[in-house]
């Protein structure tokens, strides 16, 4: 178990850190995707350190989707672009039920779409969870969580290079498009972070107890983030969605006010110091 003060890891001067680079989800725009998750995330990665590939992903024929107003064929091979080291595919439709989507549905709709959303986002934490569960029998240094389906606008080799000497509390995500939460398009971190970060869907229950509901995906990451002590760290890496058809969505890049900034690494840092502090009691 990592302590508030504890290093990303420890690593030796005459041994390369090891990145592990997880993706998830659907690949459903990965042939105009793949140049920029290359050029932008796996050769920096590579630069650094020893790199290993890991992916989950459904396996679809066809995607469709009202709220992004998508309706197309999927190549289901696709995903062997990646080249990845260890992929496990699935079926989708699984996971709901033993998420019980049901009943967290029954909690509110905040996407307003009949629940559709709601089922994307339950798809996505279980890929999440079960890609940091690949990753961490391979026990890295470093960590990257990424969609496959974002063209990535910026080099991550700084972001990396940083986060290699953070303390493993820390968690490095883009700063735009918080809404309330924490945005969730990216992570980079220790091995203890992202397995937190990947395991977020075991806490549904817990934050639907909390809120009453109902479950936005920025918001359920800051409860996720600050329930395991772990502190956010905006970066200014962008990404951009791009549906099935190839279509690129304008985003909005402006980055989190300072002031709602320094509001949130007090309530982050705030719930660090109380975790530490329970472990301390619990152990002593």
């Given at each position: 178990m990592c302590t508030a003060g504890q290093a990303v890891a420890i690593i030796e001067p005459s041994r390369r850190p090891r990145i592990a680079i997880g993706f998830f989800g659907v690949t459903r725009s990965l042939k105009w995707t793949l140049p920029s998750i290359r050029e932008n995330i796996i050769e920096p990665a590579r630069r650094l350190g020893d790199v290993r590939l890991f992916a989950h992903f459904y396996q679809q024929t066809?995607?469709?989707?009202?709220?992004?107003?998508?309706?197309?064929?999927?190549?289901?091979?696709?995903?062997?672009?990646?080249?990845?080291?260890?992929?496990?595919?699935?079926?989708?439709?699984?996971?709901?039920?033993?998420?019980?989507?049901?009943w967290i549905l029954s909690h509110g709709d905040a996407f307003h779409d009949g629940g559709k959303s709601l089922a994307n986002l339950i798809h996505q934490l279980h890929s999440l969870q079960a890609v940091g569960r690949m990753i961490n029998a391979w026990q890295p240094d470093l960590v990257v969580l990424a969609r496959p389906d974002l063209r990535y606008h910026d080099n991550l080799e700084n972001a990396l290079r940083k986060q290699l000497t953070r303390s493993a509390r820390y968690i490095s995500v883009p700063d735009w498009q918080w809404y309330g939460g924490v945005n969730d398009r990216l992570a980079i971190g220790s091995t203890h972070a992202c397995h937190a970060y990947a395991n977020r869907i075991d806490l549904i229950p817990a934050y639907l107890r909390k809120t009453g509901g109902p479950l936005p995906a920025e918001r359920f990451l800051r409860f996720s983030l600050n329930s395991h002590g772990l502190i956010p760290v905006a970066t200014s890496i962008t990404a951009s969605r791009v549906r099935a058809a190839g279509r690129t969505e304008d985003e909005?890049?402006?980055?989190?006010?300072?002031?709602?900034?320094?509001?949130?690494?007090?309530?982050?840092?705030?719930?660090?110091?109380?975790?530490?502090q329970k472990n301390n009691l619990i152990n002593s």
């Open positions: 066809h995607i469709t989707n009202p709220r992004s107003g998508e309706d197309d064929p999927l190549d289901p091979e696709e995903y062997r672009l990646l080249e990845c080291d260890e992929v496990r595919l699935e079926e989708p439709g699984h996971c709901l039920a033993e998420a019980r989507y049901e909005n890049f402006k980055p989190i006010s300072t002031s709602k900034m320094l509001r949130r690494y007090a309530e982050s840092f705030l719930f660090s110091f109380l975790r530490f």
